[in-house]
């Protein structure tokens, strides 16, 4: 992968990358090592920028040009990746991620698309009022479901998505149990509805996918937590090339 020199002073300011040199179609995840697993995935990559948490490179799946961006952790973080990306000319973006399955059913591993998110997530409540949806969009979740089962899922979970604020809780009650209480979550998450609401704003179809790296209905200590295994690691490969697949399939 070619590696960039950062002296031009029309890159964004935090990304820092060139708006021309972006694709329309992007893929954001949280860990910038994550963004070097894509990599494996595309050809002709190149680095576009790396500042703090935010790595970005572009490169080729299927013939068509991807961005893939890191987001660091949090609505908050992540408000300033999707800002940018969407200055950029981005009009397709998916989000992949771990989350903590909120369904009994949902093992280790397992892969979930979200279609629409709870907005807990601390950034989205000063974007726009709270009545205004997070909401994937149709038609990538389609997509999403479409690769998914050319990558051997034909049946991937998919759900509403709750996107909170804070991982570890403090002396106030966690809202976990209340939503786990609804039966109608499908996964927790840190940045989810902050980029649906960000995506509605700005007129981008948004979407998103998640691996299981854990159950909130057997888990209830956090510090037990431990997304290092084997199981999860292969959910996320597929995860990435189920995402890059949805982004390539969707019309120009």
């Known amino acids: 992968m070619q590696n960039i020199t950062m002296n031009s002073d029309d ?60 987001h660091g952790v949090g609505g908050s973080g992540a408000n300033i990746c999707f800002h940018e990306l969407f200055r950029c000319g981005v009009r397709y973006i998916i989000r992949s991620g771990t989350c903590g399955a909120m369904q009994k059913e949902i093992r280790d591993g397992d892969l979930i698309i979200g279609t629409a998110a709870i907005r807990e997530d601390g950034a989205s409540e000063h974007l726009a009022p709270m009545s205004y949806p997070a909401v994937a969009d149709r038609g990538v979740s389609a997509a999403l479901a479409a690769s998914a089962a050319v990558f051997g899922i034909p049946c991937p979970h998919e759900g509403l998505v709750l996107t909170q604020a804070y991982f570890y809780p403090g002396i106030l009650s966690s809202e976990i149990d209340f939503w786990l209480k609804t039966g109608l979550v499908s996964c927790v998450e840190m940045e989810y509805a902050t980029m649906l609401v960000m995506a509605g704003l700005n007129g981008v179809k948004a979407g998103g996918i998640f691996t299981s790296d854990g159950n909130m209905t057997e888990e209830a200590d956090p510090d037990a937590y431990n997304p290092h295994r084997e199981v999860v690691e292969e959910g996320k490969k597929r995860m990435l090339q189920i995402a890059l697949h949805a982004l390539a399939s969707l019309p120009d």
């Open 11 to 70: 890159r964004t300011p935090t990304l820092r990358v060139l708006p021309e040199e972006v694709a329309n179609r992007a893929l954001v995840v949280g860990d910038p090592n994550r963004v070097l697993d894509v990599d494996e995935y595309m050809q002709n990559v190149r680095e576009l920028g790396f500042f703090r948490e935010y790595r970005t490179i572009i490169g080729e799946y299927n013939g068509k040009q991807i961005t893939i961006s890191s």
